[in-house]
Every structure is written in C-alpha cells, then in structure tokens.
C-alpha cells in the first residue's frame, strides 16, 4: 500500500512528474502563475475589505477597476530571463504570467471612498458602499 501515489488525472503529466528524464524536458521558463489567486472580502463598519494575495508582482502591474457592484483585480508577473554566457539554468520554478479575478458584491461600490494598498505581496483594497452606477479606476498607494 505504501507504493501509491496520487495521480493528477492527467496521464502526461504523471508521467513525465515521475520520469527522471523529466528534468531535462521541462520548460527552461518555469511554470506559469496560476490562473487564479487568493482573496478575503470582509465587510466591516460600512465597507467591503478586500486582500488579495500577489506574490511576486510589482505594484505597477496590478490594475484594480470598479463597475458598479463588483471590482477586477487583474496582474502581471514579469519572466526573468537574466543568464550570462556562462551559466546554464538547471531548474526555474518562479511564476510568470497574467490573473485577472472579478468578484461581485451584494451592494453598489461608492468609488469616492474607496482606496488601495499594495505592500509586501498583499494587495488591501476598502471599498465603501454606494448606489453610484459610475465605474472607476483606483489608483494604487
């Protein structure tokens, strides 16, 4: 019994997971980002408090919009591809690619009072409530 191990479902994948000749094959770029990431909303003293997990993206390449009652977090992990003449790359695990989350909410988002927050991988959003119809751009701080 201690020889099982969990399949992935996908046969390919599988194989080439446990194949040692895996190692040479796969990609040279590293894995790209998932297509989804982490948020907690919370609703606190009239307002929607929002984190958003992003490892890895620089506050330049996260865009936050609000449409009426609901908001998209869309980001872009930049690839490194920094190697000398000298050097080969035995191994690249870190993510690259695009997300884009939209996440809609039980009430209208009041734009004039709501701000965002980028620090240490952690987006922090606080959205107010509104009836607004207006759709809006925030600016990250």
Do not use: C, W
């Amino acid at each position: 019994m201690s020889s099982l191990r969990s399949f992935s479902g996908n046969m390919l994948s599988d194989l080439m997971h446990e194949n040692p000749i895996s190692y040479f094959i796969n990609p040279l770029h590293g894995q790209s980002l998932r297509s989804d990431f982490s948020v907690d909303v919370r609703e606190k003293n009239g307002a929607y408090l929002v984190h958003a997990e992003l490892p890895g993206v620089k506050k330049e390449n996260i865009d936050v919009r609000i449409d009426n009652d609901s908001f998209t977090i869309s980001a872009e992990i930049e690839q490194y591809d920094q190697k000398s003449d000298d050097e080969k790359i035995i191994q690249s695990e870190r993510y690259f690619g695009s997300v884009l989350r939209t996440i809609r909410l039980p009430f209208q988002i009041d734009k004039a009072s709501s701000s965002a927050h980028f620090e240490n991988g952690v987006l922090e959003l606080t959205l107010g409530k509104s009836k607004n119809l207006n759709g809006h751009k925030l600016t990250i701080k």
